[in-house]
C-alpha cells in the first residue's frame, strides 16, 4: 500500500523530529538562534559533542552574519537554494511574517498546527500568537 506525503493540515513533519526515537535529536528554533546565537550554537556544539569551546563557536558565528551570507549570494549565488525566488537570504528578521503574511493565512496555519506551536512556544495555550 503506498503512503502519500501528510496533509497540509498536519504537523507530521515536526512531530517526526520530536518523536524520533532511534537518533537524538534537537529542535532548535530559528528565534532563539538570533537572539542567543553564541549560547544556543554552544549548546548545539555540545549535543552534537564536537570538539569546539566558546572561541570557536564565536568565530564561526561571525563568519555566518547574516549580511555576509547575503553579500557572498549575491556575488556568487547560492546553489542549493530550494526555490525560484530572487534570493534565498531575504531579511533574517525575527517576525518578519508578521509584515507578510495575510491574516487568513496566519489563521490556517495556526488551524493546521496549534499543537507543535504550542509545544514549541509559537503560540499561548489560549490561542495567543507570541
Same mark, same amino acid.
Given at each position: 500500500?503506498?503512503?502519500? %506525503?501528510? =496533509?497540509?493540515?498536519?504537523?507530521?513533519?515536526? #512531530?517526526?523530529?520530536?518523536?524520533?526515537?532511534?537518533?537524538?535529536?534537537?529542535?532548535? +528554533?530559528?528565534? *532563539?538562534?538570533?537572539?542567543?546565537?553564541? @549560547?544556543?550554537? $554552544? *549548546?548545539?556544539?555540545?549535543?552534537?559533542? &564536537? %570538539?569546539?569551546?566558546?572561541?570557536?563557536? =564565536?568565530?564561526? &558565528?561571525?563568519?555566518?552574519?547574516?549580511?555576509? &551570507?547575503? #553579500? /557572498?549570494?549575491?556575488?556568487?549565488?547560492?546553489?542549493? /537554494?530550494?526555490? #525560484?525566488?530572487?534570493?534565498?537570504? +531575504?531579511?533574517?528578521?525575527?517576525?518578519?511574517? /508578521?509584515?507578510? $503574511?495575510?491574516? @487568513?493565512?496566519?489563521? +490556517?496555519?495556526?488551524?493546521?498546527?496549534?499543537?507543535?506551536?504550542? =509545544?514549541?512556544?509559537? &503560540?499561548?495555550?489560549?490561542?495567543? $500568537?507570541?
Amino acid at each position: 500500500m503506498a503512503v502519500g %506525503p501528510p =496533509k497540509w493540515g498536519t504537523s507530521h513533519h515536526v #512531530k517526526s523530529w520530536g518523536s524520533n526515537q532511534d537518533i537524538p535529536t534537537k529542535v532548535v +528554533r530559528y528565534e *532563539d538562534m538570533k537572539m542567543k546565537p553564541a @549560547h544556543v550554537f $554552544l *549548546d548545539i556544539v555540545q549535543f552534537l559533542e &564536537l %570538539p569546539y569551546g566558546e572561541q570557536e563557536v =564565536k568565530s564561526s &558565528l561571525a563568519k555566518c552574519d547574516f549580511a555576509n &551570507l547575503q #553579500k /557572498r549570494e549575491s556575488q556568487s549565488g547560492f546553489k542549493d /537554494r530550494p526555490y #525560484k525566488g530572487s534570493q534565498f537570504f +531575504r531579511q533574517g528578521e525575527i517576525n518578519s511574517w /508578521r509584515k507578510t $503574511l495575510e491574516p @487568513h493565512t496566519v489563521n +490556517r496555519i495556526v488551524n493546521c498546527h496549534a499543537e507543535e506551536m504550542i =509545544k514549541h512556544g509559537y &503560540l499561548a495555550k489560549d490561542g495567543t $500568537l507570541v
